[in-house]
């Protein structure tokens, strides 16, 4: 889900942010626009919170970026939380991101400045939601970014703004999400360390849910963390691991499929990834 969406899911997943081209005496070589990735994770988190019920997930996309600085893209991940009886029968099992932006060094080289819209799309079959604690789980979300280097650290903050609802939560239109990432290049074979704090603010009230009413406190919004590391084998592949987890409200942030202690549990995640 996750600027550049190529940038963010390296970012987010293989904690690889390359700083600013170095100047070459040699020819420079001509570097394609279209970029691709694939990767296996074992547990698909978004922002702290299992897509994939705790189990494994494949995932992939591709990036167009023009010289100019406008970029557009697709990224896709299998998932396993819009797929149960709970919903009416519901069943999304795969997540779709389409997403387009500006992207440019503004400030100085090494300091990426990134605007875009980014629609999450889950294409569903069955249906409708009978339970009004669920809405149509399609999102689209605003977002700015600014990318920083300092020396062998690397990383972005970041803000995404819903002008939907999101991710079928009754009345959380306006709802942000706040995203600082920071990696530092350890210089000893190609291991890069991963540190991520985010906040996930949910506006409205969930007044038309179930066990829910109006007087009801919004305690749905929580924040989510990553420690980890990334192992650079060169030729665009990495693989990682890192400990995600959150302080997220289990009795809604939950996988409705019988694991105890919510979606956002703490938990390791390893990830595979190639870029192209």
Do not use: C
């Amino acid at each position: 889900m996750n600027t550049l969406q190529k940038t963010a899911i390296a970012a987010a997943i293989s904690g690889l942010f390359a700083p600013a081209a170095f100047a070459q005496a040699t020819p420079t070589v001509e570097v394609s626009p279209v970029t691709a990735n694939v990767s296996l994770v074992s547990d698909y988190r978004f922002r702290g919170i299992t897509q994939s019920n705790y189990q494994p997930a494949i995932q992939g996309g591709f990036d167009y970026a023009h010289e100019s600085g406008l970029y557009i893209g697709n990224w896709n991940s299998t998932i396993n939380w819009v797929n149960n009886t709970t919903y009416g029968a519901v069943n999304a099992p795969l997540e779709m991101n389409f997403y387009g932006g500006f992207k440019k060094e503004l400030i100085a080289p090494g300091f990426a400045s990134d605007f875009g819209v980014l629609q999450y799309y889950y294409p569903q079959s069955g249906g409708p939601y009978p339970d009004a604690s669920m809405l149509n789980p399609n999102t689209t979300e605003l977002y700015a970014a600014q990318n920083y280097t300092f020396g062998p650290v690397t990383g972005f903050g970041k803000v995404s703004y819903g002008l939907t609802n999101i991710f079928g939560i009754p009345n959380s239109t306006g709802s942000y999400y706040l995203d600082l990432t920071s990696n530092v290049d350890t210089g000893f074979w190609g291991i890069s360390l991963n540190g991520h704090i985010g906040y996930q603010y949910v506006a409205g009230q969930p007044a038309t849910a179930s066990g829910w009413t109006a007087s009801t406190p919004n305690n749905i919004s929580y924040t989510d963390w990553k420690l980890g590391a990334t192992k650079d084998f060169g030729g665009g592949l990495a693989l990682s691991a890192s400990y995600v987890s959150t302080n997220a409200n289990p009795n809604w942030w939950n996988t409705y499929n019988g694991n105890k202690g919510g979606a956002g549990r703490g938990g390791a995640v390893v990830a595979l990834t190639k870029t192209f």
